[in-house]
């Protein structure tokens, strides 16, 4: 389902997207974050750092999730401070001065005024008055959220404040170091109304990509060639780019599940996986469709592809409030591993294929991830008592099954080399699940279809 053209004026960066939120937005995402802790309780995370590729050339800047969550700003070298207080929460941004030099090279900078402007902050202060300001919270601060995964510069200037910066009150040094990370994905699970917008279009802009592969797709085409034809839509449409490296595997290459490298010849009667997503205001899609090159599957690709089709849309109906990642799962491991009996890959009972695994060299991976400013969002699978977490309206998953056969021993000679994977975004409803990529086809008589228009 193409967009017209206008879209494009809908879409764009991180700041557009900041810009259609009132501040109100990001302070209550700020205050979420510490309401259930101790008063003065601090929060500590800083922007992304720019990354060197190579000599003097950087890769594409893009924003820390967690500093855009809480702060809506793209902008690099900033520090945002929260602190849980008797009334609230209290948040000071500390930003790099404005460099006429730099900005003369690089573009406007956000400095010290812009920063202010946007409302969302209690304070906004210089970079360079960073430690001494720290320094007093952390005197009374019982406890201090940091990204304990990131290892840069600006997050170990983090850890050593909050370490050493407590030390001078008198009841000795910080009682706790938590993960910003954990509590951070516990609020970022439930997706609001503006992230389900930014979510929904961000999905509509990878479906019109990947039908646009099919149709270009013809025997003789190089993977390349269809990267090249996805990351054009992206970016003709208004996304920011690729929400990670697009896989496009040709033939046996579809059946490793990372694959990369994108260079090879697709040949007549091979299929094409192609698993790829965009960004759009800072928020992923995510979508796999196994097509023929040739315009028609074969018969032992149509069986393989049946069965997973069907299996996926068995995971649609267990995807509903209440249940479970585990129960999504498994109703998709069921439809696949009798599907691998019926065709005679394996052998045994229904249960007996389950309980023992046989179906796992042909499947090999979970069902679902979460989905949001990350590709694989990362919010917790579990409370903090261990228990998996039940789905609720407003959370945001793919539902990702698949079958594959490599080259070898374990693979029946009708399959062998045949990798397929069905893959889709879902917003979890107070009805079940609905289908934000449901706009590129995955019924084996639509995608024939669009694979003619080529």
Not at 68 to 83: Q, V
Not at 284 to 293: K, N
Not at 390 to 402: C, H, W
Request: hydrophobic share 40%.
């Amino acid at each position: 389902m193409d967009k017209p053209e206008s879209e494009r004026e809908q879409g764009g960066a991180f700041e557009q997207a900041a810009q259609r939120q009132s501040a109100a937005l990001w302070r209550e995402r700020q205050a979420r974050l510490l309401e259930l802790s101790a008063q003065d309780t601090l929060a500590l995370v800083s922007a992304a750092p720019v990354q060197r590729r190579s000599a003097d050339t950087h890769f594409p800047y893009r924003q820390d999730s967690a500093f855009f969550y809480l702060s809506g700003l793209r902008e690099p070298e900033c520090i945002l401070a929260l602190r849980r207080t008797g009334s609230g929460t209290e948040s000071v941004l500390f930003v790099p001065p404005k460099d006429a030099f730099k900005e003369r090279w690089e573009g406007p900078m956000l400095g010290v005024e812009g920063a202010l402007e946007t409302a969302r902050f209690d304070a906004v202060l210089p970079t360079e008055k960073l430690n001494p300001f720290l320094a007093n919270w952390l005197l009374k601060a019982p406890e201090v959220f940091l990204d304990l995964g990131r290892r840069d510069s600006a997050n170990d200037n983090l850890w050593q404040l909050a370490l050493h910066g407590s030390t001078g009150r008198g009841g000795g040094g910080l009682r706790r170091i938590s993960s910003l990370g954990y509590h951070l994905g516990v609020a970022r699970r439930v997706k609001s109304a503006s992230e389900i917008e930014a979510l929904s279009r961000s999905a509509d802009i990878a479906a019109s990509a990947q039908s646009a592969a099919m149709r270009l797709g013809r025997p003789g085409i190089w993977e390349n060639e269809l990267e090249a034809s996805l990351l054009a839509t992206y970016r003709t449409r208004g996304a920011e780019g690729p929400a990670y490296e697009p896989i496009v595997g040709g033939g046996v290459r579809a059946t490793f599940l990372h694959y990369r490298a994108n260079n090879q010849r697709i040949e007549a009667g091979e299929l094409v996986l192609i698993d790829a997503g965009c960004e759009l205001d800072g928020y992923a899609s995510d979508i796999t469709r196994t097509f023929p090159v040739s315009g028609r599957f074969t018969q032992p690709q149509r069986d393989l592809y049946t069965c997973v089709l069907q299996s996926q849309r068995a995971a649609f109906a267990a995807c509903k409030p209440g249940a479970t990642l585990e129960v999504v799962h498994q109703a998709a491991v069921k439809v696949l591993a009798q599907g691998l009996i019926d065709l005679g890959v394996v052998k045994g009972s229904l249960g007996e294929v389950i309980e023992s695994g046989l179906y796992r060299p042909y499947y090999m991976h979970q069902t679902s991830h979460w989905i949001g400013l990350d590709v694989h969002d990362p919010c917790p699978y579990r409370d903090e008592a261990g228990e998996a977490v039940k789905l609720e309206p407003g959370m945001v998953l793919t539902i990702e099954p698949g079958l594959y056969f490599g080259v070898d021993a374990t693979s029946p000679p009708a399959f062998s080399g045949i990798g397929i994977r069905i893959e889709d975004d879902v917003l979890v409803t107070a009805q079940g699940c609905y289908n934000l990529t449901s706009a590129v086809p995955s019924e084996i008589n639509a995608i024939e279809a669009v694979c003619s228009e080529s």
